[in-house]
């Protein structure tokens, strides 16, 4: 059934004494889940091995205990103890085919060891290099312990090896690896053979991959992962000296892993970067070396795939979102259901549970790391319970992917659906400057849907709470979303703020709605995530000068999660915005706004023709609220459950909307569970002897 021309995807390739059974390589990706969730991120896996993937890595593995990364939770091999859990690992990896792949990382200079309390070490004496700027420096590496990195490495190997991985990858790339310290002269700076000329600067990571080699190379396949250009100047690591130092070396390890810059370059949102945005830079480097190559670069398209591998740029499609959002893409490629592919959107939802040091979401697939800990599977529904039918009041996100969900179930489907469109906030915000991709989230929807005879969509529909108690559905879910507050209500205002009723005043629904408004504009952003920076861009595009007000230190403040406030920042000066940090709108006055120090108090007045808020949402649940007040009547009408779901019960992005969607139609007729976790997880046990010790 796979169409010919993706033919060359699933060819064989040999990474030195192993070989891949297809292109399809998913390099390490983080997932929130780490050493505190090994089952959670085994099972993950596992899935992307039923779905076809060649070859599966895990995220980065912390190699040694005198670098880590405290707060953040990724995978630890510290010591053999460390063995069992990704063992498990590699045998889910294993499961279906794929090669199981470790990325082992000293963190060197990002490495603050707020856990251990180890002295961090580098090439240089320097303060570390971290999100969150530790007041923390490392010391210059000496020849001893540039010797006992080596041995350390060694170590990890071997036990890498008793795991059961095919792979060892060397993690020196997004200024996160002691080899990228050690190969930037921006981090080395040092004057013995190991700093000043390149070649001096390649020893260790010669040293590192020899020595991996001589200890396991027979059975395992050692690859490097490195930056294609640091992006930092005159003292970073070009892409012109990353190409020298791989034609110096370009037999070393048995596969070139490349990826650009720091982590926000190389995983970029769709809103700053387009698919296989990295082409230009790895573009000749496999002319350079007989070794295959991987890159990156959002790829969701097989035609683009294809490109990439005819065209000598890459021997393998290397994806971490895109593996993500659909487990099963290369499986639904080789069937030839290339429509039934769930399409990365760039929105970088997934990034933020490594961030915020939680358990990671998918805008597009719900069942992210729900694998194990729920029993969810991406492609895969439970039978439907003993009831027959579904009403759904909204089609918005939460709204498509219920019914999705459902239908997939077995149940019959109806969707009310007021307006005349599919998707909700999701069709509004995907025609905003840089969100299009996001129409994928409907789209994919969409299209599942229409392919479901069980499910049925009726347009300008708005429902009463009469209509539906008349209709004689047995389950109702209210998904009617949410609506922008005109009130200024949020964080610095937990009540509405004064505003003059003669001034002009929008929200975001209003902007989305074709209502843009001129002149000089005040937008006053206390959401902090990218809708405020989105509007400004709009606004100043129509021809508006826009002064963007926030309490926050940071312009979108919550992107630093997503990787793109940066770029949010830049985008927004060079279009000419003016930013005002660390101040507060407290009021909106006739001919603009009043303003406070965000610390101090002291107020400033700001001009403006008109005023955006873009502040808090209020849930749209009047429908919910009336039924719920006759829930008496339910039983007479037939009526077995009425649940409110995504924004209609609380406003969040839309990968909480999507998520309430799938698990409203996977918890549909089954028991209650009364006041049991709704999930499974892992707990540490106590040590042993430990109540001994106490007695």
Known sequence: MRDPRYDILFEPVKIGPVTAKNRFYQVPH????????????AEMRRIKSEGGWGVIFTEQTEMHHTSEITPFIELRLWDDADIPALARMAKAMHQHGALAGIQLAYSGINGPNLYTKEVPRGPSALPIRTFTNDPVQARAMDKQDIRDLRRWHRNAFKRAKLAGFDLVCLYGAHGFGVIQHFLSTATNQR????????????????????????????????????????????????????RDMI??????????????????????????????????????????TSKPVVGVGRFTSPDVMVKMIKSGTLDFIGCARPSIADPFLPKKVEEGRIEDIRECIGCNICITGDMTMSISRCTQNPTFMEEWRKGWHPERMQAKGDSDSVLIVGAGPAGLEAARALGLRGYQVAIAEAGNELGGRVARECRLPGLSAWGRVRDYR?????????????????????????????????????????????????????????????????????????GKVVLFDDDHYYMGGVLAELMTRRGA???????????????????????????????GVEIVLNRTVTRVVPGGVATACAYTGAERDIAADAVVLVT????????????????????DNGIRSIKVIGDAEAPGPIAWATYAGHRFARELDEDDIGDALPFRREVTALAAGWADGMA
């Not at 983080?30 to 991120?41: L, M, Q």
């Not at 919550?558 to 830049?570: C, D, K, S, V």
């Not at 209020?618 to 008496?632: I, M």
């Open 191 to 242: 004057s013995d053979e190991y700093g000043g000329s390149l070649e001096n600067r390649s020893r260790l990571m010669r040293e590192l991959i020899e020595e991996g080699r001589d200890a396991i190379g027979d059975t395992c396949g050692l690859t490097l992962r490195l930056s294609l250009d640091e992006m930092i100047g005159e003292l970073g690591f070009a892409n012109s000296e990353v």
């Open 446 to 518: 969409q299209y599942q849907l229409s392919q479901m005879s069980n499910v049925d969509v009726y347009f300008e529909s708005r429902l009463s709470a009469e209509d539906i108690l008349a209709f004689g559905f047995q389950n109702i879910a209210i998904a009617t979303g949410s609506t922008w507050r005109r009130d200024g209500v949020a964080r610095a205002h937990v009540v509405p703020m004064p505003v003059d009723p003669a001034m002009p005043l929008y929200t975001p629904d209003d902007l989305m709605g074709g209502k843009v408004p001129t």
């Open 616 to 635: 808090s949402r209020q849930q749209d649940d009047q429908v919910w609220r009336t039924l719920k007040a006759r829930r008496d009547e339910w039983a």
């Open 30 to 41: 983080c997932n929130g889940g780490g050493y505190r969730d090994p089952s959670a991120a």
């Open 247 to 288: 034609e110096m070396h370009a037999d070393l390890p048995d596969l070139w892993d490349l990826a650009h810059g720091a982590w926000e370059d190389c995983s970029g949102p769709s809103r700053f970067k387009e698919e296989g945005a990295q082409e230009s830079l790895v573009s000749g480097i496999k002319t350079l």
């Open 545 to 575: 000068k826009v002064t963007l007000v926030t309490p926050s230190a940071y312009v979108s403040d919550w992107t630093r999660n997503t990787l793109e406030q940066g770029a949010i920042h830049r985008r927004l000066a060079e279009l």
